[in-house]
């Protein structure tokens, strides 16, 4: 198997949790928590149809910080669903934060916008044209 070209990585101060929401709220396949011999967790992973998102701790010597720690987000991430509002419904009655609601873009597709509890950013979208 080959191994995919890319996977986003996500910065947590709480690795299990946000496995958890991304699972429950956003509909993620769960990929697991790594714990170290301490039992505290290092790594986690969901996973989308296209491919994993790797959760990793803060740490500073690497400067990787959780979204909680900024004032602004630096990016996000863009998913493609099947039904982008069924999928908010969803989102929302989870307890996600929604920025925008499902609205039609120019671009081709129809997006909402949420976040998971850490702040990381995300688009839910479905194409409309080709």
Excluded: N
């Amino acid at each position: 198997m080959t191994p995919p070209s890319l996977i986003p990585l996500l910065v947590c101060d709480d690795i299990a949790a946000t496995h958890d929401f991304l699972v429950a709220a956003f509909g993620f396949d769960a990929g697991g928590v790594h714990r170290s011999g301490g039992a505290r967790v290092v790594h986690g992973e969901v996973r989308t149809a296209s491919g994993a998102i790797w959760l990793h701790a803060v740490t500073h010597e690497h400067e990787l910080v959780s979204p909680q720690e900024q004032k602004m987000a630096s990016g996000g991430l863009v998913v493609f669903v099947d039904g982008v509002d069924e999928h908010f419904c969803h989102t929302r009655a989870a307890g996600a934060t929604i920025d925008s609601e499902p609205t039609d873009q120019d671009y081709g597709q129809r997006e909402y916008g949420a976040r998971d509890p850490e702040g990381h950013r995300f688009w839910f979208a479905t194409r409309t044209s080709p």
